[in-house]
């Protein structure tokens, strides 16, 4: 297993047939500390029932649930955030520092590449800067999902210049 707890930015390079195992394994290594796991491409709800299959505990996980307010109505929740798009990245960027302050010490972003489907590169490696910043600022720790593509690319090299560590789970 990977050791996930050093280093306070983390670039995870996946392959597709491995995202899922991948993905668990990291929520496993963190599930002791406060995490908020900023989703843009499952629903929170869908990634509570995957993780407790798995038998991982979500008590200490807030979701910032990028997704679900696009495709129905949401309920408020106590550990969930339903973000009004997945473009809004300044609203993302208010919650994460709000629960930073409140002693979440884990952001986990799931996933870099999604991003590209709601902004262009530029507002993207903005958006990441500014995590990356606001994580360090409270040093937190923050660890950035990436699904390996060729079309992703330019994308994963500009932010890989930014993180602490690459962990490349496609070897």
Same mark, same amino acid.
């Given at each position: 297993? %990977?050791?996930?707890?050093?280093?306070?930015?983390? =670039?995870?390079?996946?392959?597709?047939?491995?995202?899922?195992?991948?993905?668990?394994?990291?929520?496993?290594?963190? +599930?002791?500390?406060?995490?908020?796991?900023?989703?843009?491409?499952?629903?929170?709800?869908?990634?509570?029932?995957?993780?407790?299959?798995?038998? *991982?505990? %979500?008590?200490?996980?807030?979701?910032?649930?990028?997704?679900?307010?696009?495709?129905?109505?949401?309920?408020? $929740?106590?550990?969930?955030?339903? %973000?009004?798009?997945?473009?809004?990245?300044?609203?993302?960027?208010?919650? %994460?520092?709000?629960? *930073?302050? $409140?002693?979440?010490?884990?952001?986990?972003?799931?996933?870099?590449?999604?991003?590209?489907?709601?902004?262009?590169?530029? +507002?993207?490696?903005?958006?990441?800067?500014?995590?990356?910043?606001?994580?360090?600022?409270?040093?937190?720790?923050? =660890? *950035?999902?990436?699904? =390996?593509?060729?079309?992703?690319?330019?994308?994963?090299?500009?932010?890989?210049?930014?993180?602490? $560590?690459?962990?490349?789970?496609?070897?």
């Amino acid at each position: 297993m %990977v050791d996930v707890t050093s280093g306070n930015s983390l =670039l995870f390079l996946i392959k597709k047939i491995d995202y899922h195992n991948t993905v668990s394994t990291v929520v496993k290594q963190v +599930q002791t500390h406060k995490v908020v796991y900023i989703t843009f491409n499952k629903t929170g709800d869908f990634l509570m029932e995957e993780f407790s299959k798995k038998g *991982l505990s %979500v008590d200490n996980v807030f979701f910032v649930d990028a997704i679900s307010k696009s495709l129905r109505k949401t309920a408020k $929740r106590k550990n969930q955030y339903f %973000v009004s798009s997945p473009a809004a990245f300044d609203e993302i960027i208010n919650i %994460v520092n709000q629960l *930073l302050v $409140r002693g979440y010490d884990q952001i986990i972003l799931d996933s870099l590449t999604n991003l590209l489907v709601y902004q262009n590169k530029p +507002q993207v490696r903005s958006f990441i800067t500014s995590l990356i910043a606001a994580t360090k600022k409270r040093g937190a720790r923050i =660890l *950035l999902y990436a699904l =390996l593509k060729d079309e992703h690319q330019n994308l994963i090299n500009a932010v890989s210049k930014k993180v602490d $560590r690459i962990i490349d789970y496609s070897e």
